[in-house]
């Protein structure tokens, strides 16, 4: 099924906008969703995360009616020709990190290309998407186009994957998880499929670098929203003349970054988004100073109620750490030094992801 069935393509650009328009009338009401349900800092999501949405849409909107083939001269006698439809039915699931983002990555690109959907947020974190799907029928939406699914990975999740009438699954998650996803689609109907999977990604930093700078892009890289992005600057290589100066410098900041309640404008970083994840963290900073490594500062929950962790950096690690290897999805960051360009190059690609 798809949705161009009986609206033009101008028509679906229509609503889409009417979509961003009703978007940006609820951004306090998102955006405390999203405080609410993943713990993301109020203010960041009222002045990024749900705005960027609404423009995303409009984005798109403006594709809706720029979707078509070309004519191909193949000789003085024959012309080809080719077109471009609609995938179909595809089936999206989402992360808990970017309640928001997520949901419009998935469906603002299948919107505008006349698809219809079934969307399954992360069961951690759908309180955005049920709102999302009331906007949408306001906006004029039909019925049966965004289909909102609450439930588990393994039960809702796994339905998606393997059902043999969906022609298309995005997935966005951990690596683990995607491998399952790519499976299913597999050996169900063969679905087209679409993985944004985990990562560890380094941050090489070197002598000539700006130290106030630097310590900030390495703080934010891996603090902002907790840790927990896939693209998250989780290991620091520092070229051995600045090395301690900046370790000083980044732990100063580390200390003074502020942890507490995300409806807070003076907290910088809020809650993990529940318990499992917020465990999963701590073991691996406890692996972490198992295996030897060296706890600058951090390692710690904040409090005793709610999943608060300390902004925490290690150093003297080895590049087989588990701390090293793993995308731990959180506010943990591993400070190595270097000597040259090319052993910087070679380690920071040492990576499984």
Same mark, same amino acid.
């Given at each position: 099924m798809t949705f161009d069935y009986e609206f033009h393509q101008q028509q679906r650009g229509r609503i889409m906008s009417k979509f961003a328009d009703l978007i940006e009338e609820n951004i306090e009401e998102l955006a405390a969703l999203d405080a609410i349900d993943a713990g993301k800092i109020f203010s960041i999501g009222k002045a990024m995360d749900i705005p960027h949405v609404a423009t995303l849409l409009r984005y798109y909107a403006g594709a809706a009616d720029k979707i078509h083939g070309e004519v191909l001269k193949m000789s003085r006698e024959l012309h080809g020709y080719t077109l471009r439809e609609p995938v179909g039915v595809v089936g999206h699931i989402i992360p808990w990190n970017f309640p928001t983002t997520m949901f419009f990555m998935k469906v603002a690109p299948a919107l505008a290309a006349g698809c219809t959907m079934v969307m399954k947020p992360?069961?951690?974190?759908?309180?955005?998407? #049920?709102?999302?799907?009331?906007?949408?029928?306001?906006?004029?939406?039909?019925?049966?186009?965004?289909?909102?699914?609450?439930?588990?990975?393994?039960?809702?999740?796994?339905? @998606?994957?393997?059902?043999?009438?969906?022609?298309?699954?995005?997935?966005?998650?951990?690596?683990?998880?995607?491998?399952?996803?790519?499976?299913?689609?597999?050996?169900?109907?063969?679905?087209?499929?679409?993985?944004?999977?985990?990562?560890?990604?380094? #941050?090489? @930093?070197?002598?000539?670098?700006?130290?106030?700078?630097?310590?900030?892009?390495?703080?934010?890289? @891996? #603090?902002?929203?907790?840790?927990?992005?896939?693209?998250?600057?989780?290991?620091?290589?520092?070229?051995?003349? @600045?090395?301690?100066?900046?370790?000083?410098?980044?732990?100063v900041k580390a200390k003074a970054w502020s942890v507490g309640d995300p409806f807070d404008p003076n907290v910088h970083q809020g809650p993990q988004v529940d318990k499992k994840q917020f465990e999963k963290i701590l073991s691996y900073i406890e692996h972490g100073k198992r295996e030897g490594a060296t706890l600058l500062t951090g390692g710690e929950r904040v409090g005793t109620e709610g999943y608060y962790i300390q902004p925490t950096i290690f150093t003297n690690v080895k590049e087989d750490n588990v701390i090293v290897k793993d995308e731990i999805f959180g506010p943990v960051l591993s400070l190595m030094k270097f000597k040259t360009v090319e052993e910087a190059i070679k380690r920071a690609n040492d990576t499984r992801y």
């Open positions: 992360a069961e951690q974190t759908p309180l955005s998407a #049920l709102f999302y799907a009331h906007l949408a029928k306001k906006a004029g939406v039909p019925d049966g186009v965004i289909n909102v699914v609450t439930g588990f990975g393994s039960t809702a999740g796994a339905a @998606i994957s393997s059902h043999m009438d969906i022609d298309m699954v995005s997935f966005t998650g951990s690596t683990e998880v995607g491998r399952i996803v790519m499976q299913a689609a597999a050996t169900s109907n063969l679905k087209h499929v679409s993985l944004e999977l985990g990562g560890k990604s380094p #941050l090489i @930093i070197f002598d000539d670098a700006d130290l106030d700078t630097a310590t900030d892009l390495a703080l934010t890289g @891996i #603090l902002f929203n907790k840790g927990e992005v896939c693209v998250a600057g989780s290991r620091v290589y520092v070229q051995e003349g @600045i090395y301690e100066e900046f370790e000083k410098k980044l732990v």
